[in-house]
Structures are given as structure tokens and as C-alpha cells.
């Protein structure tokens, strides 16, 4: 699986087993918060000493709110937690179970995340599940620019599985009207 992992920084397996672990743990659980109504997306924050600070799932159907998205509501809930609106000082990394839509690498950027770590690539989203993910030109650059680390298609298999399961049980894939 590791051999498939793509970064902005030369790979450290070190940071890919740990990924591997914390996104497997997400997969899994995102079948009981689907279940519960939520989105399938799964996102959690860490700090470097491997404190859980925040977990939240897709809740743009539950909570009517089309900005709902994991990575959203996670910053939300960390910066809410850690009562500061610029996470940059914490050290902080953000895991999730697919590649972050164009509004939430925006919401990254701006919330001082230093670390990025999603399963499954946007591309594989749209073919699974239909949703837009947006256009995202260059942005592994872009972030490294800006100092932000990102590691992209960890434990990718099981998250394709969960999403084709997503699908297949006849969730809902919302998509605003277009011309
Ligand atoms: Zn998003």
C-alpha cells in the first residue's frame, strides 16, 4: 500500500505508517456516522504527540448546511477547542478520508494546519460518487509553498470500499443544479 503514497516532501514512512493507522481507524468508523445520517467523510486533527483534538464527519444533510464538510466542521471543532482561530502555533495535522474539495483546501489554508493526510483522490470521488469536487490547479505546490505538508492516497483501497458502499446502500449524492 505504501509503495502507491504521494507527498509534497520527500516521504517519511514513519509519518505514512502512522497516517495508515489514524485513516484505516476513520474508514472504519465512518460506517457507524453514515449510518447516523452523516456524509461520507470522515476527518480527525492531531497534535504531534498523537492527541486526538477533534473528529468530525461530512454534515451538509443533518445540519442543512452546504459547507459541512469534514474538514470544515474539524477545523471548526479543533479551533473551538483549542479557542484560538490561528492554529499555526499548535503543531497540529489533519487527517481525512479523501483528497480535501477546493472550498476546504481554502479552509485549510486559512485555519495554520501544518499537515495534510487524505485516502482517496478527488478523481476516484467523482468516479465513485459523482460529487464536483472543484478545480484544484497545482495545489500540493501551492501548499508546500506555503509550508503545508501533504500526503495523499493512504490506505486508498478500504476508502474506495467505503464510498462504493456509500453508493451502493442508496445514500444520498447531493449536487447543486447546473446548466
Ligand atoms: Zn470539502
Redesign the pocket.
Known amino acids: 500500500m505504501q509503495n502507491k503514497v504521494i507527498a509534497n516532501e520527500e516521504i517519511n514512512l514513519q509519518k505514512v505508517e502512522k497516517a495508515e493507522k489514524i485513516i484505516l481507524g476513520l474508514q472504519k468508523d465512518l460506517k457507524n456516522y453514515i449510518e447516523n445520517g452523516s456524509g461520507p467523510f470522515l476527518a480527525a486533527v492531531y497534535d504531534d504527540n498523537g492527541n486526538l483534538i477533534a473528529k468530525t464527519a461530512n454534515s451538509v444533510i443533518n445540519e442543512t448546511c452546504s459547507n459541512n ?1 469534514a ?2 466542521n474539524v477545523i471548526k471543532a479543533t479551533e473551538k477547542a483549542l479557542g484560538a482561530y490561528d492554529l499555526s502555533g499548535y503543531n497540529l495535522s489533519l487527517y481525512v478520508t479523501a483528497e ?2 477546493m ?2 483546501l481554502g479552509g485549510i489554508m486559512w485555519s495554520g494546519i501544518k499537515e495534510v493526510y487524505y485516502s482517496v483522490p478527488s478523481k476516484k470521488v467523482e468516479e465513485i460518487t459523482g460529487f464536483d469536487e472543484g478545480f484544484k490547479p497545482d495545489w500540493f505546490n501551492e501548499f508546500k509553498n506555503r509550508g503545508i505538508v501533504v500526503y495523499g492516497l493512504i490506505a486508498e483501497e478500504e476508502g474506495e470500499r467505503v464510498l462504493k458502499d456509500y453508493v451502493n446502500s442508496g445514500y444520498t449524492v447531493y449536487q447543486p443544479e447546473r446548466e
Request: glycine residues 0%.
Open positions: 464538510h474538514e470544515m480535501p474539495c472550498m476546504c
